[in-house]
């Protein structure tokens, strides 16, 4: 036993050591929106952690979280004027006020409120400094003015209050929204017929200022339709003159210039009949000329033709006597052109023979009948085709 029992105790000591681990981890890790404070329980010293994790000994440290992010604070016990803790106002009218706080840590002093702050920041710091400013401002007004005319300004005492009040205590105060009032039922019910009426006095107020805001707005258009047409009329009459004085000044201008198109036009029609004399005068004289040239080139032509006809007429009384000529001295060049003649209506001519005459005198119409019985009984007649 006193051998085993070493080894027993250093397995418990594991053992316990191990549970001690797995229920509480020396690991912590810090909530998304939440800063960690680390405080030394024997030394006094802190840390402060904003995201991650750290190390957390069980005994040795001990740790707090404060929210970064804005927490809202609604004390429930102000908001009915029957509640349990109501505000009393000049009158000493209960009343209830439906609030509402933003509140944060002040990040800069969280090592020093890890110490200084109770858990609970709202139920052992808020909650008091609230009341405690609350009641005192409420106090000091009536119920109209907390109820309708002076909400805001009430709004924004107390939140200056709270802001200086907190800020000692670390808490930092980024606004106080008041919402709906509570009154008593018999005092809500006076107080919206008298808040009625003074609306209804005021509609008429400003249904009164209105009405006198149109007189005096339809006298002032009036007014200045009056000036309107008076400056229109004004205006008109200096534009007719304006008109009178520019045509009197144009037509200085416009009668010199309608004499000189006068006179223009009556030179422009000497000048056009001048030039329609000059241009028949230019047609005659061209005309005759032509005439002129015309006779001449027809008497150009008759003298060529003349002249061609005689020179035609010696051709061919030279080409006649040099045939005569060739057929007196070659009898026979007549029956050969007799022939080429005939040539392309008859293709065979038969002759009598020893005849000696002319081999076409057959044909002709003269030929005596005793000539043509006597060429028929020697050779018969001729074969055609």
Same mark, same amino acid.
């Given at each position: 036993?006193?051998?085993?029992?070493?080894?027993?105790?250093?397995?418990?000591?594991?053992?316990?050591?191990?549970?001690?681990?797995?229920?509480?981890?020396?690991?912590?890790?810090?909530?998304?929106?939440?800063?960690?404070?680390?405080?030394?329980?024997?030394?006094?010293?802190?840390?402060?952690?904003?995201?991650?994790?750290?190390?957390?000994?069980?005994?040795?440290?001990?740790?707090?979280?404060?929210?970064?992010?804005?927490?809202?604070?609604?004390?429930?016990?102000?908001?009915?004027?029957?509640?349990?803790?109501?505000?009393?106002?000049?009158?000493?009218? *209960?009343?209830?006020?439906?609030?509402?706080?933003?509140?944060? #840590?002040?990040?800069?002093?969280?090592?020093?409120?890890?110490?200084?702050?109770?858990?609970?920041?709202?139920?052992? #710091?808020?909650?008091?400094?609230?009341?405690? #400013?609350?009641?005192?401002?409420?106090?000091?007004?009536?119920?109209?003015?907390?109820?309708?005319?002076?909400?805001?300004?009430?709004?924004?005492?107390?939140?200056?209050?709270?802001?200086?009040?907190?800020?000692?205590?670390?808490?930092?105060?980024?606004?106080?929204?008041?919402?709906?009032?509570?009154?008593?039922?018999? !005092?809500?019910?006076?107080?919206?017929?008298?808040?009625?009426?003074?609306?209804? *006095?005021?509609?008429?107020?400003?249904?009164?200022?209105?009405?006198?805001?149109?007189?005096?707005?339809?006298?002032?258009?009036?007014?200045?339709?009056?000036?309107?047409?008076?400056?229109?009329?004004?205006?008109?009459?200096?534009?007719? @003159?304006?008109?009178?004085?520019?045509?009197?000044?144009?037509?200085?201008?416009?009668?010199?210039? $309608?004499?000189?198109? #006068?006179?223009?036009?009556?030179?422009?029609?000497?000048?056009?009949?001048?030039?329609?004399?000059?241009?028949?005068?230019?047609?005659?004289?061209?005309?005759?000329?032509?005439?002129?040239?015309?006779?001449?080139?027809?008497?150009?032509?008759?003298?060529?033709?003349? !002249?061609?006809?005689?020179?035609?007429?010696?051709?061919? @009384?030279?080409?006649?006597?040099?045939?005569?000529?060739?057929?007196?001295?070659?009898?026979?060049?007549?029956?050969?052109?007799?022939?080429? $003649?005939?040539?392309? $209506?008859?293709?065979?001519?038969?002759?009598?023979?020893?005849?000696?005459?002319?081999?076409?005198?057959?044909?002709?119409?003269?030929?005596?009948?005793?000539?043509?019985?006597?060429?028929?009984a020697e050779g018969g007649a001729p074969e055609k085709e």
């Amino acid at each position: 036993m006193r051998r085993a029992l070493p080894p027993l105790l250093a397995l418990a000591a594991a053992t316990a050591a191990g549970y001690a681990v797995v229920m509480h981890p020396p690991v912590q890790a810090v909530p998304r929106g939440q800063a960690a404070v680390r405080t030394n329980q024997f030394s006094g010293g802190t840390s402060e952690f904003r995201d991650g994790s750290f190390l957390r000994i069980p005994g040795l440290h001990e740790v707090r979280l404060f929210p970064l992010r804005d927490q809202s604070y609604h004390p429930a016990a102000l908001a009915k004027a029957d509640g349990p803790a109501p505000l009393q106002s000049v009158e000493g009218l *209960s009343l209830g006020l439906d609030m509402n706080l933003r509140w944060t #840590v002040d990040p800069a002093r969280l090592g020093e409120l890890s110490r200084k702050l109770p858990d609970d920041i709202e139920a052992d #710091v808020i909650a008091p400094a609230v009341q405690a #400013v609350v009641y005192k401002q409420i106090a000091r007004h009536t119920v109209r003015e907390i109820f309708s005319s002076q909400r805001a300004e009430i709004a924004a005492a107390l939140e200056a209050e709270l802001r200086a009040r907190l800020a000692t205590d670390g808490i930092l105060l980024h606004g106080v929204q008041i919402g709906s009032v509570d009154l008593p039922a018999d !005092y809500r019910r006076g107080m919206d017929r008298l808040l009625a009426d003074s609306l209804a *006095s005021e509609r008429m107020r400003y249904t009164l200022e209105i009405a006198d805001k149109r007189v005096k707005e339809t006298e002032l258009q009036a007014a200045a339709d009056k000036v309107r047409r008076e400056t229109a009329a004004e205006a008109a009459g200096r534009e007719q @003159v304006i008109a009178a004085k520019a045509q009197e000044e144009a037509m200085k201008h416009v009668l010199p210039f $309608k004499q000189k198109q #006068v006179e223009q036009r009556a030179l422009e029609a000497q000048a056009e009949s001048a030039a329609r004399v000059k241009q028949a005068e230019g047609q005659a004289e061209a005309r005759r000329i032509e005439v002129a040239a015309e006779a001449a080139a027809r008497q150009k032509l008759a003298d060529a033709e003349a !002249y061609r006809v005689a020179q035609v007429g010696k051709a061919n @009384v030279g080409q006649m006597a040099a045939e005569g000529e060739l057929l007196t001295r070659h009898p026979l060049l007549v029956q050969k052109a007799m022939a080429d $003649k005939l040539s392309d $209506k008859v293709q065979v001519i038969i002759a009598p023979p020893g005849s000696g005459g002319f081999i076409g005198s057959a044909l002709l119409a003269g030929m005596a009948p005793q000539a043509q019985a006597r060429g028929a009984a020697e050779g018969g007649a001729p074969e055609k085709e």
